[in-house]
């Protein structure tokens, strides 16, 4: 009996090794750090956090557009810096708009319908961009879909509160504002909303 219990607890702490050797590597320096699987099979969390927002279809409304040989693509030199502020307002035209029921811009950054127009924000790293958010205050903003991450504000209008976001887990979140951290700092105050009255019931 004594053998078995032995032989089982060699079993368990050879098994308990494997995994930790899996797990952790080992650097150059002999300190232990977590292998790429933590971040989503990436070298790092920033690296995970630039294919989530590549796939994840943040430049799409926050990467202005030009026009190429084969139609809009990608300004990548203005790369989710929102919607350009030297751009003039866009006509609104409640009726136009509620008739056609999405308006958007040759930049695709801005987008007006029967709710009024909003406008991409600056993602980047400046500080009219993210650069002075919190980590915590980007989680709130993308899984509660509220205006900048704070109580008290209006909910994330069209396009936006149309992203399925809060299907992300927090880690998922995190990675994409540490990748956007470190995105080129690009100074670009992009308009507010202008909203419109919800309609009445």
């Known amino acids: 009996m004594k053998r078995i219990l032995t032989d089982a607890a060699v079993f368990s702490a050879t098994i308990l090794l494997l995994t930790r050797c899996t797990d952790e590597k080992k650097s150059d320096t002999g300190e232990i750090k977590p292998t790429v699987a933590q971040y989503g099979a990436y070298d ?11 796939v994840g279809g943040c430049n799409d409304c926050h990467t202005p557009k030009k026009m190429g040989p084969n139609g809009p693509e990608l300004d990548m030199s203005l790369m989710l810096s929102g919607h350009p502020e030297q751009m003039p307002p866009v006509d609104f035209d409640p009726k136009e708009a509620a008739k056609k029921n999405l308006i958007v811009t040759q930049t695709f950054t801005s987008w007006t319908g029967p709710w009024g127009t909003t406008y991409a924000p600056n ?3 400046d ?3 993210i650069g002075n958010w919190k980590e915590d205050q980007f989680v709130k903003c993308l899984q509660e879909k509220k205006w900048m991450g704070l109580d008290n504000t209006r909910p994330l209008m069209p396009p936006m509160s149309m992203m399925p976001v809060t299907e992300m887990s927090v880690d998922e979140l995190k990675a994409i504002f540490a990748y956007l951290k470190t995105t080129p700092a690009i100074k670009n105050v992009a308009p507010q909303a202008a909203l419109l009255p919800p309609p009445a019931k």
């Open 44 to 54: 790092s969390q920033v690296k995970w956090g630039e294919h989530l927002v590549k």
């Open 123 to 125: 993602l980047t790293s």
């Open 127 to 129: 500080s009219t961009g």
